[in-house]
Nanobody
């Protein structure tokens, strides 16, 4: 059974950092593009970052550029999102998603992705 499980969320003060992890089971990530999305209360889900399967091409939303870094370790079947300089506006449930994409593209829309985790909550507050 194909599954994505996020972890690493929690409560952090403004200016702090968190590293989210997304572990895949039931399949290998080698030829999957991976994305991170977030949904704040009362808002639509938005794309945060994405990374291609095979050449580390990546995408970042303007709101997180320079603060967040996406990476992947295919040997561990895991994708990470390092989040620095967090602000209250980053408070949301964060989801990882996977899309079969051996061509190496970097999908940005939630509709592009086939598989989703259940999310991990990030709260930035003093």
């Amino acid at each position: 059974q194909l599954q994505l499980v996020e972890s690493g969320g929690g409560l952090v003060q403004p200016g702090g950092s968190l590293r989210l992890s997304c572990v895949a089971s039931g399949f290998t990530l080698d030829y999957y593009s991976m994305g991170w999305f977030r949904q704040a209360p009362g808002k639509e889900r938005e794309g945060v970052s994405a990374i291609s399967c095979c050449d580390d091409r990546s995408y970042y939303a303007d709101s997180v550029k320079g603060r967040f870094t996406i990476s992947r370790d295919n040997a561990k079947n895991t994708v990470y999102l390092q989040m620095n300089s967090l602000t209250p506006e980053d408070t949301a449930v964060y989801y990882c998603a996977a899309r079969w994409a051996p061509g190496g593209n970097v999908p940005r829309m939630s509709s592009d992705y086939d598989h989703w985790g259940q999310g991990t909550k990030v709260t930035v507050s003093s």
